[in-house]
């Protein structure tokens, strides 16, 4: 059987449907997996072993649907499920399953604040795309595969954090899911340990403003490596604390503990850290605690604002991540190590 995987963005999300391909390759034999995202992700995607083919969209969505009718597949499995994707579901032409984004009650909880979501995460609402092949959760978690060639070398990082290190998030795509600048220098000032700073070239600049309070302590890395080569750096940290962005979820992938901070979204959208139940299980009964922490404010009358965020906070006080208590996060990192 042939598939089509359809998720166009983005990092966290298309990291999010890896169980989907792994399931899918290892319970139905004679499938051939073929997957579809954006020229900007391939990255993501490239090295996994259950993806036969990757199709890419870049500027012509119509060249493209030529490209992937040409490969005759015998379904579609829609797991971003907007206008684009129905239009190249249209063009196949077979049948298809796709992904309820529950955008009502999604819709329900940010304008009503009625919450009618389900108590599930976005993984297990995937997998169920597929049930209909007899696919089942097997229990692994995430997958994210990074080739040899984009390995970080020892040299790469500074002698002093060879023993080991932290890593910090920074970054996400929208402002109201950043924890802010002055609470990540208070945490960084606090904390007795080598730490990464973590995200793109955006980050940049703030990652030079907390690598300067202890230059010895703190390696800014935002900027300087490419998407595989910061998940290596993640797969490498003894302990992540990260906003609810892909590095996140690729730290989950590689069975890192996270210390989960959400600003204007809520956990219960379904999106928060992933293990997978072999994982979740081992850790409980070695430690007695889950893999992860979340560190929010509840009970904010204003809170979820969006389903994925603003580039400001709509009220303007922002309180969804000042309240945030910088002792809050400090206690898990120490509870943690």
């Not at 992700?41 to 993806?51: D, G, L, M, Q």
């Not at 009964?285 to 009358?301: A, S, T, Y």
């Amino acid at each position: 059987m042939k598939f089509l995987i359809i998720r166009f963005s983005s990092i966290g999300d298309i990291v999010l449907t890896s169980p989907v391909m792994r399931c899918l390759k290892r319970q139905v034999l004679s499938s051939e997996i073929h997957y579809l995202t954006r020229q900007s992700f391939r990255e993501i995607v490239a090295s996994n072993p259950y993806i036969d083919k990757c199709h890419l969209l870049g500027d012509d969505l119509d060249l493209l649907i030529k490209e992937l009718v040409a490969e005759d597949f015998d379904y579609v499995i829609d797991l971003h499920h907007n206008i684009r994707t129905y239009k190249v579901k249209r063009a196949l032409g077979k049948k298809a399953f796709s992904f309820n984004k529950l955008n009502i009650e999604k819709w329900m909880m940010t304008a009503l604040k009625v919450n009618r979501l389900p108590d599930t995460h976005i993984v297990n609402r995937y997998l169920q795309t597929v049930a209909e092949f007899g696919i089942r959760d097997d229990g692994l978690g995430l997958d994210y595969f990074i080739p040899d060639k984009d390995r970080v070398e020892t040299r790469d990082i500074p002698t002093s954090h060879h023993a080991g290190y932290l890593g910090f998030v920074i970054g996400a795509a929208l402002a109201t899911k950043q924890f802010p600048l002055h609470k990540w220098m208070q945490v960084c000032k606090e904390i007795d340990h080598p730490i990464v700073i973590l995200g793109g070239k955006e980050d940049a600049a703030n990652g030079e403003v907390l690598s300067a309070l202890d230059p010895h302590k703190i390696y800014n890395s935002c900027g300087k490596f490419s998407l595989n080569e910061s998940a290596d750096l993640v797969r490498g940290a003894k302990l992540v604390v990260s906003n609810d962005t892909g590095l996140m979820h690729i730290a989950t992938a590689f069975n890192r503990p996270v210390i989960s901070l959400w600003g204007n979204t809520i956990p219960a959208f379904g999106m928060y850290p992933y293990y997978g139940a072999v994982f979740t299980s081992d850790m409980h009964k070695r430690h007695g605690v889950r893999p992860f922490d979340i560190v929010e404010v509840n009970n904010l009358p204003c809170r979820p604002c969006s389903k994925i965020g603003y580039r400001k906070c709509p009220k303007g006080h922002f309180k969804c991540m000042e309240d945030i208590s910088v002792n809050e996060v400090l206690a898990a990192i120490r509870r943690r190590l």
